[in-house]
């Protein structure tokens, strides 16, 4: 079965401190994954891809098969970083269709 | 960015009657667009898929009769609550992807069924 994972519902940590937000993922086969976010009042919006390796507002992720995770990090957490953040996962041959971990919420204290 | 609209964004009705939000996409076409539902502080459920020209996919513990979804234009694509009752009360949520096949999400429409 097709089953994302955010084991923390709330992340709280103080400005400049290191973020860890976890996920993980359970699929047979080849998945995409992906974190969105959604700041307070705004609609989701794509943080970054697992294809892309890319390092978007600081944020990384790297895709670990062998543990089926794709945890999110940051050097050095911002008060603007406080928002929910969302784990993906979409399959190759599923035209698009997301399914999405449980959420969690980041609060970076000043 | 590409842009995803919903119409409209909040709505509260009567048990019994039927509700419809409009899902459009803005600045592309989009063939399937995707609706998901989400409870307060908590994940976004993926009800159907909505495919231009057919008949929508729904997931599995979806009600296709109650969640009538039309997909009648590549820009547009809607879905009717039908009979809604109280527990259908949520926030619905649309998305289509770009021709990089980016998703890209509604702002959402929180309806409330008294």
């Known amino acids: 079965a097709q089953r994302v994972t955010q084991p923390e519902k709330l992340l709280s940590v103080f400005k400049g401190a290191p973020v860890e937000l976890k996920c993980n993922y359970s699929?047979?086969?080849?998945?995409?994954l992906f974190w969105y976010v959604q700041y307070s009042r705004q609609r989701l919006q794509l943080l970054l891809r697992?294809?892309s390796r890319e390092s978007i507002k600081g944020f990384t992720a790297d895709l670990n098969k062998g543990e089926t995770s794709f945890h999110l990090k940051k050097p050095f957490a911002q008060e603007e970083d406080s928002a929910m953040y969302y784990c993906?996962?979409?399959?190759?041959?599923?035209?698009?269709?997301?399914?999405f971990g449980q959420g969690t919420e980041l609060s970076v204290k000043p | 960015g590409a842009v995803v609209s919903q119409h409209p964004s909040r709505v509260i009705c009567k048990s019994g009657t039927s509700v419809k939000i409009e899902c459009r996409s803005l600045?592309?076409?989009?063939?399937?667009m995707f609706w998901y539902r989400q409870f307060p502080k908590q994940s976004l459920m993926l009800m159907a898929t909505?495919?231009?020209?057919?008949?929508?996919?729904?997931e599995q513990g979806v009600e296709k009769d109650k969640f009538l979804i039309n997909h009648a234009s590549l820009t547009l694509s809607t879905l009717t609550v039908t009979s809604a009752h109280p527990e259908d009360s949520s926030f619905y949520i649309c998305?289509?992807?770009?021709?990089?096949?980016?998703?890209?999400f509604g702002p959402g429409t929180r309806l409330t069924v008294l």
């Open positions: 998305s289509a992807p770009d021709q990089g096949h980016e998703q890209f």
């Open positions: 699929y047979s086969g080849s998945p995409e």
């Open positions: 697992h294809i």
């Open positions: 993906a996962l979409s399959g190759g041959n599923q035209g698009g269709k997301l399914i």
């Open positions: 600045d592309f076409q989009a063939t399937t």
């Open positions: 909505s495919n231009e020209g057919s008949k929508a996919t729904y």
